[in-house]
Structure formats: C-alpha cells, structure tokens
C-alpha cells in the first residue's frame, strides 16, 4: 500500500466577484489539544465540492500515529458520508478541510493514501498549523522579503506501533495537481518539466474571468472574497492570461488573518503570494486519487507563510508581483495581439515562470510555430534598477522555432536581474514588443579587406570592407572604421569580423527557450529550456555594470570588427588558444584571409578594440584579416564611422 502525499493545491490572483460560502464553521476559537484525541471519537468535518458551497461530511478518529509527518504526530481518520460517496474519497484540493469533534476544532486533511481506501487519511493537529498563523500574524503590515526560506524539512518515516498495530511504509508524497488555464501545448509540457520534480502534477483548470479587468487581470478595487473555515481558496503562481494556480482549503480564521491546508505548498517559510476565494468546478473521482477542479474567482489577500504544518496569510492585503506585457504583431497576417499576466516575484522560480508567460504570448500571437524573423524590444522596469528602467533592442532569426529564439534577451535579462549578486531587485513589469514575420532575414560574411591594405598607426582608424551575402540576395559591401587607440602596442595582429549573435569556438549560448518546433520532448533526455536556467556568470564588479554589460552586449543585427593580438601557435595575445568560428547554416562557408586565429568570445571581456554597425537583418558566420600596427602615432583625427543605417521594412520572398 502505498502512501501519499499531500493532497492540497493553491490558486490564483485575483478575481470578479465569486459566491460567498454559505455554511459557518462551529465556534472559532474552540479548540481540541492533541493530548485530549481518542480513537473512536466521531466529528465533522468541512469542504467546497462544487461551487462555493461549504458542506459537511463525517469524520472517525482511528487513533494518533507518532512522528507520522514533517511536525510531528498525525491523527488518522476515516471519513464518510454522502458527499463523500460523491467524491470517492479525500480529493486533491480538501487539504485544509476543518474537522471539528463536539463542535471543537482537532485539526485539518491534509494527508490520504493513493491507489487504496481513498476514506482513509491524516489530519494535521491544529496546535501546529496555530504555529504558523503566529508566524503570520508576527509579520503583519510590515514590509517583508519574499522566498526567505525555512531550513528545508522532509516527511519522516511513519513508525508502527509498539504492539504491531499500525505498520505503515515511508511516505511518499502525491504529486499535488497545479490548475493551469491559457497554456498552449507546449507550455503546458514545459509547465510540467518545470513542477513535477517539485512534486506537483499539472492539470486542465480554469482561470479568472475576463469581466473581472482588462485581459483576465484583477479588478483593483473590488471588495475582497469572504474566507470561511472550509471555503475553497488558492495561491498562484501565474494570473491572467495565463493562469497557473492550486487550489485548497480554510482551516481557520482569526481577526484578518487565515490558515490552510496543514502540509506546505513550496515549503519557502516567507512569501508573498496573491490569495483567491475560489469556485470548484467539480470533484473528479480517481483510482489514484480524487481531485478538485476549480478557479479563482475573487481577490481575498496574500500568504505570508508557508511552512511544513500549512500557508497562513491575511486577508484584504494585495501581494507584489512581477506583470508580464507582450505585444506580438504578425507582419505576414498584418494582426497585433497583446497579452498580460502577473507573476509570482519568487526569486527561483520568477525566470521560468516570466519565459513560459512570454512564450504563451507568442504563440498565441503567431499562432503558429516556425520559422521567421522577429524585430524585439526588451524593457524591464523595477526599484533598484539604474534609472529605473532597463531596455534592449535586438533582432532573432530561426529555421524552427523563433516564437521561442525571440526571447533569449528576455530569459537571461531577467535571471541576470533577479538573481544578480550584488543587491536585490524589485522587479515590477517585463515588456517585449516583437515584429514577428516568416522572411529569412540573414546576411552570411564571405570576406573582409582592409581598404587601403597598408600599416596603421595607433590613433587611426583601420577601414574595412566587408562583403555580405542576403539570404537568396545579391552580394553587399559594407564598411565600417575600426578605431585604433593611441596607446595600443605596435605588432602583427588580426582583425575579426562577425556577426553579433555569432560565437566564437568554446562560447557557451545563454541559457534559454530551445527551438523545440513543438514536438513532445523525449523522455530519456533531460529538459531543456526555463527549467534548466543557470545561475547567471559575470565578472561585473557591481550591479550597474552588470546592467551595462547586459544592454551593450553584441546584437544579432551587428557586425562586429575586433582587433585581436595574434601571437605564435595559435594563440591571442594573452596566449589562450583560439580558433574558427561557427559556420552559419544554410549559407556557403565563411572565407578566411590569412592564418591568424578568429575573434575571442564576446563573454570573456577582453579589452579589444571593437567597432559595430547596424544592419537590417541578422548577421552570420565571421571572416579575418591580418592588420600590421605601425609605431608612432597620427596628428590627423580617426575618419569618422558613417552612420549605421535605418531599419529597413522586411523585404518579402516571392
């Protein structure tokens, strides 16, 4: 037989105005202490099946079992009764469902048995959830630091009685089901990657309706929902056009403030989450386990504790949270969509979450997941950013997948932000704006000359023509002037020119979205993409410059010319090997000049002299050509670089 696992769920944000629950608990500060519980004792004990209805069912205390959960002592239970002849059972979601025994309260389900005698479960004592209420309370109307986390406590051993009478194997939680609504297929695989290994199961639910803002987001200045001892209410991750939420139960009320559920949710200790009043669609009957199916409907206020014995919070308190914006407009289709969402601003999980927002919006943007080119504006905004504000341009192309290419920026600007070293970030809003069409949009360099091909002085400005194909394109010349300083050191060294996107050999791409092309991922390999984002790396001295770093970093649609040392053996001038750089697909080979090695990561801040121009589509492959440095200098000033050219409209295949 095998045990389970905690059968609650939270939900999400915020919401119209919903039911408010129509049973009342018995008297709320009646409380039964564990010492006084003894087998046999019959009760009740309260939940929401359907709607917002709380109703009774029948409780059977079996007996105490000793240091059955992460606090200590459970109290085993089997319950009955014709609601739950409806359900089957304890249901994922009746986590938090008060149990009162002559009228005084014991403590709340929160734990069952899968594949097995779904009447059967444990309570959590009230006395410890009580604890977490105090936490709670302790924190008030203070400005708290959310994901500050309580030393990490795992389910312990349930250990059989001395007689023999009660023999239960290791606990093994029960996947807990998150309720996800406006996800694509893809997001909502990657959903699943990214929570099953937290020990949560996602499943089809609904969302918040419309009515209640514009785009599905919370109504600012409705009244806040009535949280009852029993109500259905929830915690969210993700709200509005994406919603992604678990739902659960009220154990307990006391002045403003709430506790449910009697196991954690991310067992974080502090946080700041949206809390809801919630509808329950229906109660599913399951061989596994039961489960409820169900939305937020009305903003109730925000949890401030999650801990192993339950979440507590306080009610008519809004939490923070990070707004995701996208504006997606199809120049193939000639439509612009707009999408918002609100995420959770937990510092581990704000990355994944912000990505898979984005790439919802995409897709339901493009409606469609392939190639193209996609023109993208980035801009973060939160307290603690320089200025306020953060914004960076930059232009994607994929074979595949650019739904998902488009948002690289995004993915390691906001995990630069949030998990930056330097000092924390309230992050407020992320918005991207994408010019999205199918045109390949790409230009391969075959070759690079200096013009004239003669020694340059330090003080000048090295001039180099560059010839770059189009994608099915006649052959272009561009120019650009490479600036010499002053004081660099006379010798043999080699220009390299390349595309802003383009790596150098042993350049490690940022983590982000993979160009899956939505295909089911195989099992056999690991994830990949918002569920596998690193810590960020950076040899930034402080936060400012990390930001700095971040917004001047090459860009697709540049291209590049660095002056690198090229020393014996294939080496650069600090003597770190060095060599060819990738070679773009779907264009002829890059052509080389010379045997000097190719151009240094980009990431490794070397103190190259660098010039770049902008040009209307993204630039690929990389070429070199050696450059003789004179000694001496000049008295005539460096030409001046000419202007980097206007965007140009997207010229169409025919």
């Keep these: 037989m095998l045990l389970v696992a905690v059968l609650g769920l939270l939900v999400g944000l915020s919401g119209a105005p919903g039911n408010r629950a129509e049973a009342q608990a018995p008297e709320q500060r009646s409380i039964m202490p564990l010492a006084e519980v003894r087998a046999g004792m019959k009760g009740t004990g309260l939940t929401v099946i359907r709607g917002t209805r709380v109703e009774p069912f029948d409780v059977e205390i079996l007996g105490v079992v000793p240091n059955a959960g992460p606090v200590g002592d459970l109290i085993l239970v089997r319950v009955g009764g014709p609601l739950i002849e409806e359900t089957g059972g304890i249901a994922a979601g009746m986590s938090g469902s008060p149990v009162y025994v002559g009228g005084r309260l014991i403590g709340a389900v929160s734990y069952g048995f899968s594949f097995s005698d779904h009447r059967v479960g444990f309570l959590t004592p009230i006395e410890r959830m009580l604890d977490v209420l105090a936490l709670a309370r302790a924190r008030g109307e203070s400005a708290t630091k959310p994901g500050e986390s309580a030393e990490e406590t795992l389910p312990e051993v349930i250990t ?294 003669r020694p340059v002085k330090p003080g000048e400005s090295a001039e180099l023509e560059v010839l770059i194909r189009p994608y099915r394109g006649e052959v272009r010349r561009e120019r650009i002037l490479l600036p010499v300083p002053a004081d660099f050191p006379a010798g043999r060294f080699v220009v390299a020119v390349r595309g802003g996107g383009t790596a150098a050999a042993g350049e490690e791409e940022e983590e982000s979205l993979p160009a899956d092309g939505g295909h089911p991922p195989n099992p056999e390999k690991p994830a990949k993409g918002p569920d596998k984002i690193q810590e960020p790396k950076t040899n930034a001295e402080s936060f400012e410059a990390l930001i700095d770093q971040f917004v001047r970093r090459d860009r697709n649609h540049e291209l590049v010319a660095e002056l690198v040392r090229a020393g014996e053996n294939g080496e650069d001038a600090q003597g770190e090997p060095v060599s060819e750089p990738a070679k773009p697909p779907g264009h002829p080979p890059a052509r080389r000049t010379g045997k000097a090695p190719a151009v240094q990561s980009n990431h490794q801040e070397r103190s190259n002299p660098k010039a770049r121009l902008a040009l209307p589509y993204v630039v690929l492959g990389g070429a070199e050509v050696q450059i003789e440095i004179g000694p001496g200098g000049t008295t005539e000033p460096p030409l001046k670089p000419p202007p980097a050219p206007r965007w140009e409209r997207p010229r169409r295949d025919p």
């Excluded at 739902?247 to 991310?266: A, K, N, Q, R, S």
């Design 160 to 453: 059989a009685r001395p007689d023999g009478s009660l023999a239960l194997p290791p606990a093994t939680p029960l996947a807990t089901p998150l309720l996800v609504s406006g996800a694509s297929e893809r997001v909502f695989r990657r959903l699943q990657n990214l929570v099953e290994p937290l020990g949560y199961r996602v499943e089809l639910g609904g969302r918040l309706p419309t009515s209640a803002g514009p785009k599905g987001a919370e109504s600012t200045d409705a009244a806040p929902g009535q949280l009852v001892p029993g109500s259905a209410f929830g915690a969210a991750l993700v709200t509005g056009d994406l919603s992604v939420t678990a739902i659960g139960t009220v154990t307990y009320t006391e002045d403003d403030y709430f506790v449910g559920f009697g196991h954690p949710f991310l067992n974080k200790g502090r946080v700041e989450l949206p809390v809801s009043l919630a509808e329950i669609y229906q109660t599913v009957r399951s061989q596994e386990a039961p489960f409820k199916l169900g939305a937020p409907r009305q903003f109730a206020g925000m949890l401030l504790e999650d801990r192993p014995a339950g979440v507590a919070g306080k009610l008519a308190v809004r939490a923070p949270g990070i707004e995701v914006k996208v504006n997606v407009e199809d120049l193939d289709r000639r439509e612009k969509t707009t999408f918002t969402a609100m995420v959770a601003p937990d510092e581990v999980l704000a990355t994944n979450l912000v990505a898979l927002a984005a790439l919802q919006a995409m897709d339901r943007g493009l409606t469609r997941i392939g190639r193209g080119t996609a023109e993208v504006r980035l801009t973060m905004r939160g307290d603690g950013l320089p200025g306020g504000a953060v914004t960076r341009e930059n232009t994607f192309y994929s074979p595949a997948d650019i739904a998902a290419t488009a948002l690289r920026d995004l993915v390691s600007g906001v995990a630069l932000v949030t998990r930056n070293p330097f000092r924390p970030v309230s992050l407020r809003q992320v918005e991207l704006s994408a010019r999205v069409g199918e045109e390949r949009r790409t230009g391969v360099i075959e070759k690079v000359r200096l013009i004239p091909d």
